[in-house]
């Protein structure tokens, strides 16, 4: 029963934090400013981090406009960029397990909007451009939370942050590059029309997925 429990936490652990033991314990090891480290990071956590990516996905799957892609986009980096310089330097506190639940939500929601849930169970379109400003304030409390829990040496942290947040913001432009070339060429598919549905249901089951593991590692460590 013990090892069951040590086997369930690993994974909570994990997507409760989303950093490596290394790139942890070398946040703690440095002072002063470091940009390019620090930039890498950001670009590599983007990268990695699968709950922004999916939310990421919800928000572009059905825009077909660049120019509509880069507001949303712009949006979210927006939202999450500001909490995360907020969230570090003000030293806002908030629970891993909560904030990382409340990203897997976000993915759910957006699921349900590309159903088109909000607007067969409620008779209303929620305006997506507020809600994406919205969750990517979340997702900035998500970094903000990670960073904080690493106690950086307050030499150089602005300008280690800002790399960081550009690092980020590098990242996730090459995922979404990868992600659209994926998309884009999927659309020309007749399987695109044929399976948009079930693959935001995956979606939404992901979204599920992700913030029944946090409340479970919640619940877990009270």
Not at 91 to 104: E, Q, Y
Not at 119 to 147: E, V, Y
Request: glycine residues 10%.
């Amino acid at each position: 029963m013990k090892r069951f429990w040590i086997i369930m936490q690993m994974p909570i652990i994990l997507f409760a934090h989303g950093v490596t033991t290394g790139d942890q314990g070398y946040i703690q090891e440095i002072n002063g400013v470091n940009f390019i480290p620090f930039m890498y990071l950001g670009a590599k956590h983007m990268v990695t981090g699968y709950d922004h990516l999916l939310f990421l996905i919800g928000v572009i799957f059905f825009l077909y406009r660049l120019k509509d892609i880069g507001i949303y986009v712009s949006l979210f980096a927006l939202g999450h960029s500001s909490t995360l310089l907020l969230g570090v330097f003000a030293d806002i506190h908030i629970n891993a397990f909560i904030i990382d639940a409340i990203i897997g939500l976000s993915v759910v929601y957006k699921a349900l909007d590309n159903l088109g849930a909000f607007q067969r169970w409620f008779g209303i379109q929620p305006n997506m451009k507020i809600s994406t400003l919205i969750f990517g304030l979340f997702h900035g409390f998500g970094l903000a939370t990670k960073i904080i829990e690493f106690e950086m040496d307050s030499n150089g942290l602005l300008t280690n942050l800002i790399a960081f947040n550009i690092g980020v913001e590098i990242g996730q432009l090459l995922a979404l590059s990868a992600i659209l070339i994926l998309i884009s060429y999927w659309r020309k598919k007749l399987s695109f029309v044929t399976h948009a549905y079930s693959t935001n249901v995956l979606l939404m089951t992901l979204g599920f997925i992700l913030t029944g593991y946090q409340l479970f590692g919640y619940f877990n460590s009270l």
